[in-house]
């Protein structure tokens, strides 16, 4: 196989993303902390399955375009750090091979050292040891045989010995890896990526058809009451407007992106236009979608048309969900609006209660993709919009939405269901953007996190020795406390936490605490640090038994 052409791309990344399907939980299970949340296997299988999925209705020979359509994917589609990185290597990739019909071996080395460059562009300070190594080296691998005038098939082999290679290195990159005793999560993932790949390109595997799923599994999913109840509707004076959801694709040639979102702009709101020259995906609420299709249908070929009417859906509703409480703003928007990505339905509540207009369900295990990102923030009715993560795998993911709205968005970089709540304190409403982004950074940073889950395998930590199912206790993400009792275990994590200048203990349970159990707990708590004022919440969070904050 001299070249490679769009079908056969097309083939060697849907064998790609099965294979990463395939392998995801063992790649979860590379997480270096052994806390039940391991979740890059996760989010990359998912993000590569948004970006083939882009392939479904393509059809043409182009690799070029193949790229660019899993670029595009993989953009709204990515989930978590890992994934968002990933986004950005198909974002290279996809550079590399820009105009190129069918790829050699040559065009396929420049693809690859496109795709690793981008990814160490996109990490404000890049770690070697991890998957950005494993693809750079990888590169380096596949352009020594290129210059030796090696085939397409010979490239892409080159690369995957060497990225195997590397990846079997990192512990020696990386203490904590070693310590551990495992590779890096994210260059174990894009090994199954080049891997699967290859085998898609030699015929060797059946791809299935794969879906992607929200970022939690349905009966684990709770949008807020507003969200449930009139998505994306809005309102002047109480009369329903532009209500009629309209999405679908453009296929043409040098399309600008600007001048569409220009041109749609005034037809209706929460509006998406993203893609490139020769493919648009547009996502828009208008009164008006015959003019809408009209004028886009001038640009180039529609496919994939939607139009669901909103006014019909919104008048199923019950009388009784319709109160006061949960109505969509009316009039002006406000200055700043919020959206707060959160674990659990009671922390859902927290956070609406403190001025929270969307909260995102996510989090470990669960974290949300780029796109649903972006339709949470263009539902707020501001005129500027602040996110909280809430989550370290979050942030990247977060920090890349920011890019594809057309209005001022910022991120507070918040790590933590705490930390957001810290920020959420220092909320001035009436305040710039700059002024609130500033002094909720401040916020943020003068609560410390503590965290309470089990381990899912046996590992060392410092000096704690840890048995797999032992009850684990993390402070700022650092484990610090081991042991065989949720209680023990708590209080060893706030004895590291409290000093004397500490005020504030709160505690929040997990969706599986006895609340009375925990209510006499907190009495204990109380007891144990008694010039501490202890509040309890319940949190309603996955597999932490509790999450802690001390201020």
């Known amino acids: ?4 052409q769009g079908t056969e791309l097309k083939q060697m990344l849907q064998a790609a993303a099965q294979h990463l399907t395939n392998e995801k939980e063992r790649v979860n299970d ?23 999925k882009e392939l479904d209705a393509l059809e043409t020979d182009s690799a070029a375009k193949v790229a660019a359509a899993v670029a595009r ?12 990185i990933l986004s950005q290597f198909f974002r290279g990739f996809s550079d590399g091979l820009k105009g190129i019909s069918q790829a050699g071996g040559i065009d396929i080395a420049r693809a690859l050292t496109k795709a690793s ?14 998957m950005l190594t494993v693809g750079r080296e990888a590169a380096e691998a596949a352009q020594a045989a290129a210059e030796d005038n090696q085939s397409a098939l010979e490239v892409w082999n080159a690369a995957l010995k060497v990225a195997k290679k590397t990846l079997a290195d990192t512990p020696k990159m990386m203490p904590v890896l070693r310590e551990a005793g495992v590779v890096d999560a994210g260059g174990d993932g894009l090994v199954c990526i080049l891997e699967g790949a290859l085998a898609g390109l030699k015929g060797e595997v059946a791809v299935e058809t794969l879906t992607v799923p929200a970022s939690a599994p349905p009966e684990e999913r709770k949008e807020p009451a507003a969200v449930e109840r009139e998505e994306g509707i809005t309102r002047i004076d109480g009369q329903l407007v532009n209500h009629y959801c309209t999405e679908f694709l453009i296929k043409g040639q ?15 709101d929460s509006m998406l236009v993203v893609g490139d020259e020769e493919l648009v995906k547009v996502h828009i609420h208008t009164d008006h979608p015959g003019k809408v299709l009209e004028y886009c249908g001038t640009l180039g070929e529609l496919t994939d048309i939607k139009i669901d009417n909103m006014k019909l859906q919104n008048e199923s509703i019950t009388t009784d969900d319709k109160t006061a409480e949960h109505e969509e703003p009316k009039g002006e928007p406000k200055p700043i609006g919020l959206v707060a990505v959160v674990p659990g339905a009671g922390l859902a509540e927290i956070f609406e209660s403190l001025g929270v207009d969307v909260v995102v369900t996510g989090g470990q295990t669960m974290n949300p993709s780029t796109e649903e990102l972006v339709a949470a923030v263009e539902q707020v009715h501001a005129h500027h919009v602040i996110v909280l993560p809430n989550n370290k795998n979050v942030i990247f993911s977060a920090q890349q939405a920011r890019e594809l709205v057309d209005f001022p968005v910022r991120v507070i970089p918040t790590r933590s269901v705490p930390q957001g709540i810290g920020a959420l304190m220092k909320l001035d409403p009436e305040g710039s953007l700059e002024d609130n982004v500033s002094e909720m950074e401040d916020g943020m940073r003068q609560v ?7 381990a899912v395998r046996a590992t060392r930590a410092g000096d704690l020795q ?7 206790g993390l402070v700022e993400g650092k484990i610090t406390a081991a ?16 000093d004397e200048d500490s005020s504030v203990i709160s505690l929040y349970t997990g969706e599986n605490q006895d609340f009375s159990e925990a209510e006499q707990f907190a009495e204990v708590v109380t007891n144990t640090f008694p010039d501490c004022e202890v509040e309890l919440y319940h949190g309603g969070q996955p597999l932490y038994y509790y999450i802690v904050s001390v201020e």
């Open 254 to 268: 040098s399309f600008d992106i600007e001048a569409i979102r220009g041109r749609l702009e005034p037809e209706g």
């Open 483 to 498: 042991g065989g009792s949720v209680s023990e275990v708590t209080l060893g994590v706030l004895n590291r936490m409290v």
């Open 448 to 454: 410390l996190t503590g965290e309470v889950t089990y």
């Open 117 to 130: 460059q981008t990814t160490y562009r996109a990490v404000m300070k890049p770690v070697e040891g991890t």
């Open 30 to 52: 590379l997480n270096v902390f052994p806390v039940p949340d391991g979740d890059t296997g996760t989010n990359m299988a998912l993000t590569i399955t948004a970006a083939v």
């Open 73 to 84: 994917g993989s953009l709204m589609g990515a989930r978590g750090n890992s994934g968002v």
């Open 1 to 4: 196989m001299n070249v490679i």
């Open 466 to 472: 840890i048995e797999e199912e032992d009850i684990i």
